[in-house]
């Protein structure tokens, strides 16, 4: 799409319809401008849609067909050409990506770890955790403490929490900082207690292949993009479309070293290591643990593995 001689070019941001995606989608866009990759008259319309993850609330995501239900309508948008690029939270977008799209750009990394929220009066509720990831890092933290899958947006969850249906909830660190609800972060979770997940904290946009805007390269964050090709390999080794509990978390020292710490949980143990090399082998030390540990697991037995108090 060109824009006309002396008129602004406008870009159509697709964005899932809830306060936290909105929310990064602005300030991603705020990213760009920061950049000054773009002209001064450029515009962003953001366009928000519905996922199909969003109309399934009550329906726990390892049932309903995994992360691709938060992205597949906008990548559909993308494809037919009713936006120009489309804004996610990294951690929803799947491995394989819908063909004819790419990851064009990321953000530099928020708060990536895990955090506990309590509810504004104290009660002796199940704690709240949305992914099967958390559940069983959960259960080791608090093995006394019931935990229960929770559905919906941040705003609904804590609502939740708050009319007593828990007693705790297990939330993104960045969603809530996003949102400006930090006062309502009670305990930050470090990475050696529960590992994040692959791409958290992290904002992606997905464009066209071959349509990947100058802006969106100039607005990118190269630690952010070598640490997601690694923890995103590494989920990819061991199987892109099961939704198995796997975390995997990146870090990158001064010298140019790259860590990658991942775990996975095959229903009866936990397997986890680490792999560690140059920055510029991001993918390959990701696709190296992937492997290493898919080696000591030797296959994926049962993806939707709950545990006897992770209901």
């Not at 990064?24 to 953001?46: N, V, W, Y």
């Amino acid at each position: 799409m060109k824009a006309s001689r002396g008129c602004p070019r406008r870009y159509r941001v697709g964005s899932r319809d809830s306060a936290l995606a909105i929310a990064q989608t602005r300030l991603f866009i705020e990213t760009i401008r920061s950049a000054g990759c773009t002209k001064e008259d450029a515009e962003f319309e953001i366009i928000p849609m519905k996922t199909s993850g969003d109309a399934l609330p009550g329906r726990p995501l390892a049932r309903s067909g995994g992360k691709g239900l938060f992205t597949k309508e906008l990548d559909r948008a993308l494809i037919s050409g009713e936006i120009d690029f489309a804004v996610h939270s990294l951690k929803d977008v799947p491995t394989d990506i819908m063909g004819g799209l790419e990851l064009a750009a990321f953000s530099k990394r928020e708060d990536p770890r895990d955090a506990l929220v309590l509810p504004a009066s104290p009660n002796v509720g199940p704690v709240g955790a949305s992914s099967l990831r958390r559940r069983v890092q959960l259960a080791k933290i608090f093995p006394d403490w019931p935990l229960r899958d929770i559905r919906g947006n941040i705003v609904t969850r804590l609502e939740k929490l708050d009319r007593g249906e828990y007693g705790a909830l297990a939330l993104a660190a960045a969603g809530l900082k996003r949102l400006g609800l930090e006062g309502r972060l009670s305990r930050i979770f470090g990475t050696d207690e529960m590992l994040p997940a692959s791409g958290q904290g992290v904002i992606a946009a997905i464009a066209r292949e071959g349509e990947r805007y100058d802006f969106l390269v100039g607005a990118s964050c190269e630690e952010s993009r070598l640490c997601a090709l690694a923890e995103r390999a590494f989920v990819r080794a061991l199987g892109a479309g099961c939704s198995a509990p796997i975390a995997a978390f990146a870090e990158i020292d001064a010298g140019g070293v790259l860590t990658l710490r991942g775990l996975f949980f095959d229903g009866k143990k936990e397997l986890s290591g680490a792999e560690r090399g140059d920055k510029e082998r991001a993918e390959e030390i990701g696709i190296k643990l992937g492997k290493r540990i898919g080696t000591l697991q030797n296959r994926i037995t049962d993806c939707n593995f709950i545990g006897n108090n992770v209901r």
